[in-house]
């Protein structure tokens, strides 16, 4: 079993900025508006140190790594991100597994969002303010009305939102946050404040629910609780709480994504230092792990439940 740090695919799209490489120390060129810090994806695989891609290393060391978890699913169950919205992104929608499988060739994508920073006034979107129909919908869109019917969130740092699939959201400038989510690429676009890219109306009618998000409960003690993934979130100041430790069993590998601090992290007899940015991935089986030092860091895992919806 074994613990490795990873590097991240990294995306210039035009709305992105500098933070994640100024602030996380990502190299990421001269624009990262995406780092995809865990990832099996074809269109942005995360690797290891020795640059053989998490996908490579997976199939060269058998599934069994991932977890019982994950041992009847066809792909890697996730894909983790950091994203630096320096400008708005588009209004979108993903789709549900069984409309993606079936019309992309992929999973659809539920995923969280985790705010890190945001600029003041900053919001993101999530969801209607009120149930519309699909005509309302439609008009919306053809007069650039769509986002007076959005219902907009203050992006407090800290802020856990969830999104599944079907829910129509968007991030406004200024947002930089953790997002976690199943292992896809699709993406909808239904507004995008008139840049010069393609829209996807016809399938965005197919998937979108134009009813308001139900209130969700987080999942205590966990920070977010889906069919698809399970997040915790661990704070060490370095002095008066300076060490934890857990244990990754068969069920499922764990991902340790690094918000802030530093120190070191161990399992199985190896020692990795981290820093601010860091990707660590434990696998399955490798028994107990501890961390050492001060941390900030989001910490994911596939649950059992997974298996029954592949």
């Known amino acids: 079993m074994a613990i490795f740090k990873l590097k991240p695919a990294c995306k210039d799209y035009v709305w ?14 001269q624009i990262c508006a ?20 998490l996908a490579d290393y997976i199939k060269r060391n058998g599934k069994e790594i991932l977890g019982t978890a994950c041992r009847n699913l066809r792909d890697f169950p996730l894909l983790i991100k950091l994203i630096d919205a320096k400008q708005n992104l588009s209004v979108q929608v993903h789709p549900p597994d069984d409309y993606a499988l079936a019309n992309e060739g992929q999973r659809g994508k539920s ?26 919908f439609v008009a919306r869109i053809k007069d650039n ?39 896809s690429n699709v993406t909808y676009r239904i507004f995008d404040y008139g ?13 979108t629910n134009f009813s308001p998000l139900p209130e969700r409960d987080a999942g205590y003690p966990h920070v977010a609780v889906s069919d698809y993934f399970v997040v915790d979130k661990l704070d060490l100041d370095g002095e008066i709480l300076s060490e934890a430790d857990g244990v990754v069993g068969e069920e499922t590998f764990l991902s340790v994504l690094i918000l802030g601090g530093e120190g070191t992290i161990s399992s199985g007899g190896v020692d990795l230092a981290y820093r601010k940015g860091d990707s660590i991935f434990i696998t399955a089986g490798s028994g107990k792990w501890q961390i050492r030092g001060s941390c900030d860091a989001l910490l994911t895992t596939v649950p059992a439940r997974h298996a029954e919806h592949s």
């Open 195 to 207: 840049r010069n890219r393609p829209l996807h109306i016809a399938k965005a009618l197919d998937v």
């Open 34 to 53: 995406e780092a995809w810090m865990l990832s099996c994806h074809p269109d942005g695989a995360s690797t290891l140190e020795s640059g053989e891609t």
């Open 145 to 183: 009305s769509l986002i007076e019917v959005l219902n907009a969130v203050p992006a407090k740092r800290g802020e856990i939102i969830f999104i599944p699939a079907g829910t129509i959201h968007a991030l406004g400038k200024g947002v930089m946050l953790a997002e976690i989510q199943e292992n």
């Open 16 to 29: 992105g900025g500098r933070r994640l490489i100024d602030e996380f120390g990502i190299d990421g060129g």
């Open 111 to 136: 995923e969280m969002w985790y705010v890190l920073d945001s600029d003041e006034n900053a919001v993101l979107y999530c969801g209607f303010k009120r149930e519309i129909t699909r005509d309302e």
